[in-house]
């Protein structure tokens, strides 16, 4: 069975940083983009980054760019988001996701981020 | 950047068929895919590659593409169908999602 389950999300403040962790279990990591989507309270689905199977391919929608960095661990079959500069903005669900194709066919429970003073 | 338009919400009677559009330019073009999301659970995927249902999911659910506008088209409603919907597509190598049907089953 498919399994993601992200952790790391917390309260932090307007400028400070955070680092994500999605662990993946129940299929091989290293043939799957993985991807990074977030859900702001009440509104809809945004996604955030991906990233390809060996890491060396990385891409983010524009209001995290710079910001932001998805990278992934082969070995330990964890992708992670390290975010920086966060706002208020950045509040939100941040769900891992496994790419297959074109589609996301497999999502974790999210984790929760809280940007507030 | 890349829009996907979708009607904030849609009402259908049980048993009877529900159609949700995601708009987008040249959205024939690509591939669209659905997402089902009930209240504060994970988005579940519904429809791939236009069309293709995931296994585990019920062929009442069916899916078009044509144009600028992909259609998500559920047959013989039933109550466990309500929830949000979002479509998704691929635009210079980032995803973008539309934004999000209420179905609600009355």
């Known amino acids: 069975e498919v399994q993601l389950v992200e952790s790391g999300g917390s309260l932090v403040q307007p400028g400070g940083s955070l680092r994500l962790y999605c662990a993946a279990s129940g299929f091989t990591f290293t043939n799957y983009w993985m991807s990074w989507v977030r859900q702001a309270p009440g509104k809809g689905l945004e996604w955030v980054a991906n990233v390809n199977q060996d890491g060396s391919k990385k891409y983010y929608v524009d209001s995290v760019k710079g910001r932001f960095t998805i990278s992934r661990d082969n070995a330990k079959n964890s992708l992670y988001l390290q975010m920086n500069s966060l706002r208020a903005e950045d509040t939100a669900l941040y769900f891992c996701a496994r790419e297959n194709g074109n589609s996301s066919d497999s999502w974790g429970q999210g984790t929760l981020v809280t940007v507030s003073s | 950047s890349y829009e996907l338009t979708q009607p904030p919400s849609v009402s259908v009677s049980p048993g009877q068929t529900a159609s949700i559009t995601c708009s987008g330019d040249?959205?024939?073009?690509?591939?669209a895919s659905w997402y089902q999301q009930k209240p504060g659970r994970s988005p579940v995927l519904v429809i791939y590659q236009d069309k293709r249902r995931p296994s585990g999911i019920p062929e009442r659910f069916s899916g078009s593409n044509s144009g600028n506008t992909a259609t998500l088209t559920i047959s013989g409603t039933q109550a466990m169908d309500e929830a949000d919907y979002y479509c998704?597509?691929?635009?210079?190598?980032?995803?973008?999602f539309g934004t999000g049907t209420k179905v609600t089953v009355l």
């Open positions: 998704q597509t691929w635009d210079s190598s980032t995803a973008v």
């Open positions: 040249k959205l024939g073009d690509k591939y």
